[in-house]
């Protein structure tokens, strides 16, 4: 071929593009003019049968700083990176950046984080509050008694460390972080690496968490002082990593990523208005000692996402679709100067363009092509429309490598793409799976089957299959090893279901194993339940024996350690109660307790309250359960005196003194977490006294009683219950001839409620209460209705008989505005009647009652004003504040 020829035909290569282009030597028939090649860097992909590789590139970190509930931003700059394919290689994150950050590395999907965030009622996460559901009655009936409630080491008042121990935030992360794929202590081997950032309180240190209890080190992260508890945690004491470093740029670097992202959802500090609690002061404070760091932070990212100028409190969780779509809107805007540092250099030397007469593709059958690979011959293409397409083919997951090359074959220009595809898959097989058999397993990788294995299709099935599992509860289920046999191209895969090994209880010092181990009923040998292990957790916490209660799990080869940690609480007790109602005046108690006795989880509690017209001292000894039953007791000693109007016909007759001294004991059954069912036996002694006027018995009774006993109490909270019912249903027998009583009678009573709410603020509430005793019940144990809570228009005990009966209906509303406390706007309409003798019942002894009430929800107890009137009487206005004891 002559020299003048070679010329002409390299002319004609180039000429559409007004290039020249120098070969390297003289073309000859398939000389290869341009080779374009990927660089290859081993890919994380612990769960795939082969090595695997994966495109040479600068590793992307972010750094997810603190900011309260503003850090919701993070999860929309997590969605815009997913859909415009911007890969993750590091999280590294501080306060809410660590909960974002670890769950996206846990394997959530930002969709799926933000759906979380969503379902999480963020007013009620602080507070701990035990969940009544998971409290035995005894639990629930001594709560909301004391304005004042004070524990004790030894004579020594112990101040509470913060607001909240966080035991709704850890269960709410222990909860989200066991359903999610992946589950490792070392969080280098998390689907994205993680290090959350903390503060050691005792050394003043900055903390870097690369390994651990995932839950825990999230929760250390976010423990603004004050508000939240200090995390003990690998010997350490650790608070919010705010406090030193609230943008954690430079431990991004560090992690080795090459291109840190910062992304800042801090905000400016708080107006005078704001500062009304000692966090916000708190928050103020570290704020300010931050802002010289965060600058220097903000320095040294190579691209900010910014959201510092959103005036937006961290608190408002109203707010939350608008920061997430805000992240969203400004990551599109960074985005053109991520993708510049993203993309590859070009060549020094070489040409820019070419012009292809044609394209091929070398490839075994079966390798698919990307439907955006354009293949039309007769055109201009630059090397890095080549480097493109080769990244597109082998972003479909099945090649093991892939370069591209322009030859000239005769006179034509033509640009070969050869494909290498990793080793075929013809089977899959599965080990160690006992829950679910091999025909629920296999359909989810048949996709994958019959074609080289995919990387992208085999990490989708991989994370199906823990899906699979971890909808039936078993979240500690994993893929503990895959091999692949070339020679039977087959891919055999291993499971651990999730085993438990052993169970280790720690921190608690006082209380016995067996009071733990009867509430969390998992065992060693036994598969890791999601939804028993959560029920063990409410109920101990729900003891109320705990701060807080913390679950962590350790994979040991193919099983799993389960450590339950405890920070117990002083069990000796001081509580102080007070309240005022127009009808009793003013009273209130103190009272010493030990909530402990002797690590069973028995408590002891000695009693004594004084008011103008009540005075009782009490000594109660009380077993939610005994040993490992379900059996409860109770035993009591008490001593009361009580003055009180007598009435007949709804006029004043007279004022009596009324004194009791004796006991009862209680032997039950636990009706589950929410009732008890009691035989009880009781012996008391009774005076009456006259204070003024007539027309009532008195003198002193000795009387010896048996009876049945059964609550049940399924209200959601107490005072105000939203949802839920009551009901308590008695049988009460004395006799003289057999147990000795100085009268013998029976009586029964029956009283139920429920609550039902719709459309969030308006409460229905319905109640029924009857009683009927024999004609020889003495006056002291007879029925009496009347007052504020029971029927309005009358006075308490107003009507008194053998037999009652009272129909109540009424309707709450739940004020949207909260000046200070929850206000709540009721009206009720009660019907009912006493009798002496239920043979001379008329319809005429019936009365109705109507009434309205505003009432108030306040730290101190309720506060209610109330106005009502009943058939034929004066209307009357009532007033009580405190609560019920």
């Known amino acids: 071929m002559s020299a003048g020829r070679h010329i002409r035909r390299i002319l004609l290569i180039c000429f559409p593009a007004a290039l020249i282009i120098a070969p390297q030597s003289p073309a000859e028939p398939d000389h290869i003019l341009y080779r374009v090649d990927l660089r290859w860097t081993p890919a994380r992909a612990p769960l795939f049968p082969v090595p695997a590789g994966q495109i040479a590139r600068p590793k992307i970190g972010l750094a997810l700083s603190g900011g309260g509930l503003r850090g919701v931003a993070h999860i929309g700059v997590l969605k815009c990176l997913e859909d415009h394919r911007i890969p993750i290689d590091l999280l590294c994150g501080t306060s809410i950046g660590s909960i974002v950050g670890g769950l996206y590395a846990s394997g959530y999907s930002a969709d799926e984080i933000w759906d979380q965030f969503q379902a999480i009622n963020w007013k009620e996460i602080w507070s701990d509050a035990p969940n009544r559901a998971f409290q035995f009655l005894a639990e629930k009936q001594k709560r909301h008694r004391a304005i004042l409630q004070l524990r004790l080491d030894g004579w020594k008042v112990v101040l509470p460390e913060a607001l909240a121990p966080g035991q709704k935030l850890s269960d709410a992360l222990t909860d989200l972080l066991l359903k999610a794929p992946f589950h490792e202590n070392d969080f280098n081997c998390l689907r994205v690496p993680l290090r959350i950032v903390a503060t050691d309180l005792i050394t003043g240190d900055k903390v870097v968490l690369t390994h651990g209890d995932l839950v825990e080190a999230m929760r250390a992260s976010i423990a603004v002082p004050l508000l939240l508890h200090p995390v003990s945690y690998q010997n350490r004491l650790l608070v919010d990593g705010g406090l030193l470093d609230n943008l954690p740029v430079e431990e991004t670097r560090e992690a080795g990523a090459d291109i840190v992202i910062a992304v800042n959802a801090t905000s400016n500090l708080h107006t005078s208005q704001d500062l009304e609690t000692p966090w916000k002061i708190a928050d103020q404070v570290t704020t300010i000692m931050q802002k010289e760091h965060k600058r220097r932070q903000l320095e040294l990212a190579d691209i900010v996402i910014d959201f510092q100028d959103l005036q937006m409190l961290s608190t408002n969780a109203e707010l939350l679709p608008e920061l997430y779509e805000e992240g969203q809107r400004r990551t599109r805007a960074a985005l053109p100067a991520l993708q510049a540092l993203l993309a590859p250099e070009a060549p020094h030397s070489g040409p820019t363009s070419f012009y292809i007469h044609r394209q091929r593709i070398r490839a075994p059958a079966g390798v698919r092509l990307p439907a955006s690979l354009d293949t039309t011959a007769g055109r201009l293409i630059t090397p890095a429309q080549i480097r493109d397409n080769l990244e597109a083919l082998y972003e479909q997951g099945q090649l093991d490598s892939c370069f591209a090359d322009i030859r000239v074959e005769r006179t034509d220009t033509v640009l070969c793409y050869h494909l290498f595809p990793r080793p075929w898959l013809h089977q899959v ?42 909808r039936r509860g078993y979240s500690l289920a994993a893929i503990r090893k895959v091999h692949y046999d070339a020679a039977k191209q087959t891919a055999y895969v291993t499971i651990g279901e999730g085993l438990i090994s052993k169970l280790f209880f720690t921190g608690n010092r006082t209380t016995r194993h067996m009071v733990i181990a009867r509430d969390f009923t998992l065992k060693p040998g036994e598969y ?68 402990n006795l002797f690590g069973s989880g028995n408590e002891i509690t000695l009693h004594g309250g004084y008011g103008r017209k009540d005075q009782v001292a009490m000594l109660t000894f009380n077993a939610n359960r005994i040993f490992k039953t379900y059996l409860t007791s109770q035993m009591q000693l008490y001593h009361r005196e009580n003055k009180n109007y007598y009435y007949e016909q709804f006029v004043e007759r007279g004022q009596y003194e009324r004194h009791s001294k004796g006991g009862h004991f209680r032997l039950g059954s636990q009706l589950g977490r929410f009732g008890t069912l009691w035989a009880i036996a009781r012996s008391e002694h009774i005076s009456i006294h006259s204070l003024q006027g007539g027309g009532y018995d008195t003198g002193d009774l000795h009387i010896n009683t048996l009876g049945l006993n059964s609550i049940v109490d399924t209200r959601d909270r107490v005072p105000f219950p939203f949802s839920g019912k009551y009901h308590e249903f008695m049988y009460e027998v004395s006799s003289g001839k057999f147990l000795g009583a100085g009268l013998s009678y029976f009586k029964v009573e029956n009283y139920l409620v429920g609550y039902w709410t719709f459309k969030r603020r308006n409460t229905l509430c319905q109640k029924v209460y009857w009683g009927t005793s024999d004609l020889t019940t003495p006056f002291s144990e007879q029925f009496r209705l009347g007052g504020e809570t029971t029927f309005y228009g009358l006075r308490e005990g107003e009507m008194q008989g053998r037999h009652a009966i009272l129909l109540s209906g009424e309707y709450r509303y739940s004020i949207p505005y909260k000046p200070l406390w929850e206000m709540f706007f009721s009206l009720r309409v009660d019907f009912g009647g006493t009798w002496k003798n239920a043979v001379k019942v008329n319809a005429t002894d019936f009365i109705t009652g109507h009434g309205v009430s505003l009432s108030f929800s306040s730290p101190l107890g309720p506060l209610s004003i109330s106005y009502g009137q009943a058939s034929h009487h004066r209307p009357r206005v009532y007033f009580s504040f405190g609560y019920t004891f």
Request: proline share 3%.
């Open 429 to 470: 097989q599965f080990s160690g799976n006992t829950v679910l058999p091999d025909s629920v397993l296999q359909p989810l990788f048949e996709s994958q089957l019959h074609q080289p294995l995919n990387l992208h299709g085999w990490q989708k099935a991989c994370t199906a299959l823990l899906q699979k599992y971890r």
């Open 528 to 595: 890791f339940q999601l939804e028993q292990a959560k029920r063990g957790l409410a109920n101990l916490y729900g003891s109320g024996l705990f701060n807080s209660v913390v679950l962590r799990t350790h994979r040991i080869d193919s099983s799993w350690n389960l450590a339950l940690h405890f920070d117990e609480k002083k069990y000796n007790l001081l509580r102080l109660g007070a309240r005022y109602d127009d009808e009793r005046l003013g009273r209130g108690f103190i009272e010493y307790a030990h909530e």
